[in-house]
């Protein structure tokens, strides 16, 4: 199927789903944000500094979501001990790209970080992150290992499946948190996008979370609340995730998605996947709390 055809198809099929209202207290903030329908900006290009940029501007720019002075979280995935051809980490070009735009914004401190699965030398290594953000060769930005110290426990409050947990200190405390994930597959989730990317700021056992595990991405995404979401289809994972590892599995689309709606991100970033914005189950529990739109027929998409 032509993809701008399929793309076509899931908006005409989110519009005519007649969507339960969530029972949740309905702010002032979002009657606005019924009014003005959430903006995701998609852009394709093979250098990724400049894609960067190019997906940023109808967002308005980094400057729109980092004010001088800020302390910016930069939050990629760089969970494994992988190449970036092998699409399990985020792109460390993107990356770099991030962190330098927010450091021409006038950010004081740009911290990156990952709570990785495999050992954390290699992982932050052999992803190429760790020397994309050294090579910017700016003292503000920095690339740092998980100090378990910093772990804190936290009431989630709005939580519904999970209302405890213990999340990273720099996670909560900065200015602006920007979501990096990868766009790529998992055997338990479907797919890993913006909100499973949390799972890298938060400490504890992370294998108690599998059970009723989307109802918990969505009540994490209700204290870990990215300004910014930028998801890196540069490459995706079709198979075998989250590790991966044969280049067999991977699909070059040298694409970026980005919005600070986390949930219009997520939707749309499952239809590379030639899935439906309801196939994954995190989306649906948020959009059900009102963390964000998942019908595509109510996004703003702007092709940057």
């Given at each position: 199927?032509?993809?701008?055809?399929?793309?076509r198809?899931?908006?005409?099929?989110s519009a005519?789903?007649?969507?339960?209202?969530?029972?949740?207290?309905?702010?002032?903030?979002?009657?606005?944000?019924?009014?003005?329908?959430?903006?995701?900006?998609?852009?394709?290009?093979?250098?990724?500094a400049?894609?960067?940029?190019?997906?940023?501007?109808?967002?308005?720019?980094?400057?729109?979501?980092?004010?001088?002075?800020?302390?910016?979280?930069?939050?990629?995935?760089?969970?494994?001990?992988?190449?970036?051809?092998?699409?399990?980490?985020?792109?460390?070009?993107?990356?770099?790209?991030?962190v330098?735009?927010?450091?021409?914004?006038?950010?004081?401190?740009?911290?990156?970080?990952?709570?990785?699965?495999?050992?954390?030398?290699?992982?932050?290594?052999?992803s190429g992150?760790?020397?994309?953000?050294?090579?910017?060769?700016?003292?503000?930005?920095?690339?740092?290992?998980?100090?378990?110290?910093?772990?804190?426990?936290?009431?989630?409050?709005?939580?519904?499946?999970?209302?405890?947990?213990?999340?990273?200190?720099?996670?909560?405390?900065?200015?602006?948190?920007?979501?990096?994930?990868?766009?790529?597959?998992?055997?338990?989730?479907?797919?890993?996008?913006?909100?499973?990317?949390?799972?890298?700021?938060?400490?504890?056992?992370?294998?108690?979370?599998?059970?009723?595990l989307?109802?918990?991405?969505?009540?994490?995404?209700?204290?870990?609340?990215?300004?910014l979401?930028?998801?890196?289809?540069?490459?995706?994972?079709?198979?075998n995730?989250p590790?991966?590892?044969?280049?067999?599995?991977?699909?070059?689309?040298?694409?970026?998605i980005?919005?600070?709606?986390?949930?219009?991100?997520?939707?749309?970033?499952?239809?590379?996947?030639?899935?439906?914005?309801?196939?994954?189950?995190?989306?649906?529990?948020?959009?059900?709390?009102?963390?964000?739109?998942?019908?595509?027929?109510?996004?703003?998409?702007?092709?940057?």
């Amino acid at each position: 199927m032509d993809r701008r055809q399929f793309i076509r198809d899931i908006v005409l099929w989110s519009a005519g789903i007649a969507l339960v209202t969530p029972r949740f207290t309905i702010r002032p903030e979002a009657l606005a944000a019924e009014q003005q329908p959430p903006l995701l900006s998609i852009a394709k290009g093979e250098e990724y500094a400049t894609l960067v940029t190019r997906v940023l501007e109808p967002l308005g720019g980094m400057a729109h979501f980092v004010r001088p002075g800020d302390k910016v979280v930069v939050k990629p995935n760089i969970a494994w001990d992988r190449s970036p051809e092998q699409a399990a980490n985020t792109h460390p070009l993107v990356v770099q790209a991030l962190v330098h735009q927010a450091l021409e914004a006038g950010a004081q401190r740009v911290l990156v970080f990952d709570r990785t699965c495999n050992e954390q030398r290699r992982c932050y290594a052999n992803s190429g992150i760790e020397q994309a953000v050294r090579a910017i060769n700016d003292r503000r930005a920095v690339i740092e290992h998980v100090d378990q110290r910093k772990f804190v426990p936290v009431d989630i409050t709005k939580g519904q499946s999970l209302t405890r947990w213990e999340l990273y200190r720099d996670a909560l405390d900065c200015d602006c948190y920007i979501n990096v994930p990868v766009a790529k597959h998992h055997g338990l989730s479907r797919l890993t996008l913006g909100l499973k990317n949390s799972m890298g700021a938060i400490g504890g056992n992370r294998g108690r979370l599998h059970f009723d595990l989307a109802q918990k991405l969505a009540d994490l995404a209700t204290v870990i609340r990215p300004k910014l979401t930028v998801i890196d289809a540069t490459r995706i994972l079709l198979r075998n995730g989250p590790q991966g590892g044969s280049l067999n599995d991977v699909r070059r689309l040298d694409t970026l998605i980005a919005s600070a709606d986390p949930v219009a991100a997520d939707a749309y970033a499952t239809t590379l996947f030639d899935l439906p914005p309801d196939a994954v189950e995190s989306t649906v529990a948020a959009h059900a709390m009102g963390l964000g739109e998942m019908d595509l027929g109510k996004i703003r998409i702007v092709e940057a």
